[in-house]
Nanobody
Framework: QVQLVESGGGLVQPGGSLTLSCTASISIIDIFIMGWYRQAPGKVRELVARTSTINTTLYADSVKGRFTISRDNPRNMLFLEMNSLKPEDSAVYYC???????????WGQGTRVTVSS
């Protein structure tokens, strides 16, 4: 399994921007899918965005056009650039890695994003 550590969360005003980072303990070049999920209080964890080694990218409808996911393979890092943030984007954001073969799934500890004036 891979260890994942998120950073970059914090408090931001509506309309502001944040970039989340996820650092992996191993090379990510062969990790099939890496993504970001979020969980708001009282809600289920939901997919925000994910990217694969076959260059497919998926975004939740609620963040399309505002968020951008990217991988930096040499630095073993995953990023989530978040723009035009809304209060409903407030949640704990989790980094996720899905490895093949074996279907191993790993999660980070989460980083909190609060969008409020």
């Amino acid at each position: 399994q891979v260890q994942l550590v998120e950073s970059g969360g914090g408090l931001v005003q509506p309309g502001g921007s944040l970039t989340l980072s996820c650092t992996a303990s191993i090379s990510i070049i062969d990790i099939f899918i890496m993504g970001w999920y979020r969980q708001a209080p009282g809600k289920v964890r939901e997919l925000v965005a994910r990217t694969s080694t076959i260059n497919t990218t998926l975004y939740a409808d609620s963040v399309k056009g505002r968020f951008t996911i990217s991988r930096d393979n040499p630095r073993n890092m995953l990023f989530l650039e978040m723009n035009s943030l809304k209060p409903e984007d407030s949640a704990v954001y989790y980094c996720n890695a899905f490895q093949m073969p074996g279907s191993h799934e790993s999660w980070g500890q989460g980083t909190r994003v609060t969008v409020s004036s």
